[in-house]
Antibody, heavy 117, light 109 residues
Framework: EVHLAESGGGLVQPGRSLRLSCAASGFTVSDNYMSWVRQAPGKGLEWVSV???????DYADSVKGRFTISRDNSKNTLYLQMDSLRDDDTAVYYCVTNGLGTSLAYWGQGTLVTVSS | EIVLTQSPGTLSLSPGERATLSCRAS????????LAWFQQKPGQAPRLLIY???SRATGIPDRFSGSGSGTAFTLTISRLEPEDFASYYCQQYHGSPWTFGQGTKVEIK
């Protein structure tokens, strides 16, 4: 059974950094597309980044140059390094993987990131 | 970027009624029909309902169905159950960046 568990969220000041982790089980992270999707309080869903099985990466324009997606195959874990955080990065961040012929099939429960002074 | 526009923003219906949700894309995704629908309840992660515009995900009841092609897509819930009152989002994975519609909230009338 696919399971994703995010961690690392919290309160951080604008301009600072934070690293989110997503521990996966039931499948191999390096064999799948791994994505981050976020949801600001009371708002809709926004795709943030994807790391493909071959190693290529893609980012939303809103985070390009500030966020970095990566994985540790030995730990079967996905990461999101978030630098130069802004107030509008405040959101619940979900770790998501592909399956069933679609890009965003299995979701973690999310971790809340609050950027505020 | 492919912009997805969902309508209506809110749908007020009673249990047992039929719900029809619309999702329109700013450009055609007919070559792939890479269009998915998600359900989200307050405080929970989204759940995949439909992928490839019309294929139900594992464990999704057959009262949920997806249809459409090109730029116009529809999610239909044939008879609303109490647990179906939630927000619904469409999402395209035809081109980068992957994008979501703004959502439709189905509420109890």
């Amino acid at each position: 059974e696919v399971h994703l568990a995010e961690s690392g969220g919290g309160l951080v000041q604008p301009g600072r950094s934070l690293r989110l982790s997503c521990a996966a089980s039931g499948f191999t992270v390096s064999d799948n597309y791994m994505s981050w999707v976020r949801q600001a309080p009371g708002k809709g869903l926004e795709w943030v980044s994807v790391l493909y099985s071959g190693g290529s990466r893609d980012y939303a324009d809103s985070v390009k140059g500030r966020f970095t997606i990566s994985r540790d195959n030995s730990k079967n874990t996905l990461y999101l390094q978030m630098d130069s955080l802004r107030d509008d990065d405040t959101a619940v961040y979900y770790c998501v993987t592909n399956g069933l012929g679609t890009s965003l099939a299995y979701w973690g429960q999310g971790t809340l990131v609050t950027v505020s002074s | 970027e492919i912009v997805l526009t969902q309508s209506p923003g809110t749908l007020s219906l009673s249990p047992g009624e039929r719900a029809t949700l619309s999702c329109r894309a700013s450009q055609s995704i007919s070559s792939s029909n890479y269009l998915a629908w998600f359900q989200q309840k307050p405080g929970q992660a989204p759940r995949l309902l439909i992928y490839g515009a019309s294929s139900r995900a594992t464990g999704i009841p057959d009262r949920f169905s997806g249809s459409g092609s090109g730029t116009a897509f529809t999610l239909t819930i044939s008879r609303l159950e109490p647990e179906d009152f939630a927000s619904y989002y469409c999402q395209q994975y035809h081109g980068s960046p992957w994008t979501f519609g703004q959502g439709t909230k189905v509420e109890i009338k």
